[in-house]
């Protein structure tokens, strides 16, 4: 048990006091607050020299003194000066409840870095550190090794493959492109897909070739059409996706090193069976038949069905881990995340915690449509959430690494406690403001580019500014003095805001609409 004194302005004092009021912690607590409103005003040298000369706080007195995570400078000097080690805490009030848990403050937070930076850094690497391990565990006896990546037998890892999809109606280049961002985004795998019915062998031989030229990630082709499968293992594929009962022998001249994903075609009807049973039936005999013919990295696919089929489908991927246990399972997520509306990082991350749970090592999606642009990072950190989640058997929160994006764990709690001498309830309509004399602003956001991009048209001509983030665009509209209204100013303020926003979540933008719709439901009379 250690006693402590946290160091708070007068704004933050209520709240400091009633967070830890609730906090039930072994140390004993102590709070003063400073003669200052905000508390991120204070330095470290000012309250030093509060602690000595008015609050007469001496060593011994304490073991810790935690200051707020805003203060500036660093608590060295007040340890110099008091003689008790002073460590930042976090930016919000609420932030105490996690540190008042720690046994030794000094064993993890810092006198320099804000306690939300130390704590997420430590969580970080703990979890990093756990994912090397996984990794360091797969071996010959536990994974399959497709080019220079380990595919486990049994999840945990994950890995994660993105197509390119149509890629024979793309340009060499734009197919590069799209392997290029998916692979920045996390794919282990990148695969090229092409027409169902229509062969294009030569397109494929081309492709194939180009991506492992220029990626060092595995390379597969997605094609059940037997020529198009052919030049995929002349290019040197690494994988081939779709191999059924209906083409296998057609097949069966092909490297047998290369490794090869199954999927349960009813050769009889050439349609994939809608119950489970009969899904692992035919899945089952194709994969004993590839091993027949000799292939030596056979994956399964039990085939995921769009909603209101999922979880029969499902059921069929763990009923067929039941049988054959040692075979990789591979699981098109993408089935599902395309046919839903709605947000695909929550979709994608429940997905793929039922991948880890009915045993599937490989994840894949297309990022056909626009809902489901970002897919591929977030099955990448959905994925390394389930490895970590299972590793730790524990569920998938407080983990290192996260999908929270538009929500949070916890508010901060920040309250209004200074004086204020008027009230306007801002609720009317919104006024129409006079034109700025100087110009305007025309405000677009280029996603593939990740800028935004703000065009000036005015008296100072037309000038194009560029940035990553509303701030450094609002700094370079200030610099070179293109606005004259105050009006205007809070105008372009809230819109580099929304542009912001959007850049960030991957929305559109169009300037002066509402960037988030609100959920509702529709209201039926009973």
Do not use: C, W
């Not at 105050?486 to 912001?500: N, T």
């Amino acid at each position: 048990m250690a006693k402590i004194l946290i160091i708070t302005g007068r704004l933050a004092e209520p709240i400091v006091k009633k967070v830890v009021s609730e906090i039930k912690s072994e140390h004993t607590v102590d709070i003063l607050t400073m003669p200052v409103s905000i508390a991120a005003f204070l330095t470290t040298e000012y309250v030093a020299k509060y602690l000595r000369d008015v609050a007469r706080v001496r060593s011994g007195d304490y073991d810790y003194i935690l200051l707020p995570g805003l203060t500036m400078g660093s608590g060295k000097v007040i340890e110099e000066t008091v003689g008790i080690k002073a460590l930042k805490g976090t930016l919000d009030a609420y932030g105490l409840t996690e540190i008042l848990k720690l046994r030794k403050l000094d064993e993890v937070l810092s006198p320099d870095v804000p306690a939300d930076e130390v704590m997420q850094n430590s969580a970080e690497n703990m979890a990093r550190d756990i994912l090397l391990k996984i990794e360091a565990s797969l071996n010959d006896s536990n994974s399959i090794s497709v080019d220079k990546v380990r595919i486990p037998l049994n999840p945990p890892p994950i890995r994660v493959m993105a197509e390119v999809f149509e890629a024979h109606l793309f340009s060499l280049d734009e197919v590069l492109e799209r392997a290029k961002y998916y692979v920045e985004s996390g794919a282990d795998l990148v695969a090229i897909g092409f027409e169902a019915l229509n062969p294009h062998p030569d397109r494929v031989y081309e492709l194939t070739r180009k991506l492992k030229e220029n990626f060092d990630v595995p390379i597969a082709v997605d094609s059940s059409i037997p020529s198009e499968i052919r030049a995929a293992d002349n290019a040197g594929a690494d994988m081939i996706v779709n191999i059924d009962l209906m083409n296998i022998d057609k097949v069966s001249n092909i490297d047998k090193d290369v490794a090869i994903v199954v999927v349960p075609r009813n050769p009889n009807t050439g349609l994939i069976p809608q119950d489970p049973d009969s899904r692992v039936k035919y899945l089952v005999e194709t994969v004993n038949k590839a091993r027949n013919v000799g292939f030596r990295k056979v994956i399964a696919d039990a085939i995921l069905d769009p909603p209101f089929s999922t979880f029969k489908s499902l059921i069929a991927y763990y009923r067929f881990k039941e049988v054959m246990p040692n075979v990789p399972l591979f699981m098109g997520i993408g089935n599902v995340t395309e046919l839903i509306d709605a947000d695909s990082i929550g979709v994608n991350a429940i997905m793929t915690m039922l991948a880890q749970e009915v045993g599937a090592s490989i994840v894949f999606t297309v990022e056909k449509s626009q809902k489901a642009r970002g897919s591929v990072l977030e099955l990448k950190v959905a994925s390394q959430m389930a490895a970590i989640a299972k590793y730790r058997e524990s569920p998938p929160k407080n983990l290192g690494v996260s999908m929270l994006v538009l929500k949070d764990k916890r508010r901060a709690g920040i309250e209004i406690n200074e004086p204020y001498n008027e009230v306007i309830n801002a609720f009317g309509e919104e006024r129409q403001f006079r034109f700025d004399p100087l110009g305007l602003f025309k405000i677009y956001v280029d996603h593939k580019n990740h800028l935004i991009n703000a065009l000036y048209i005015g008296k100072k001509g037309r000038i194009l500014i560029r940035g990553r983030s509303a701030k450094v665009v609002r700094h370079e509209i200030a610099a070179r003095g293109l606005v004259s209204e105050i009006s205007h100013a809070l105008y372009l303020g809230e819109e580099l805001a929304k542009a912001e926003a959007a850049l960030m979540l991957g929305k559109e933008y169009v300037q002066e609409r509402p960037l988030f719709k609100q959920l509702k439901y529709i209201k039926v009379n009973k």
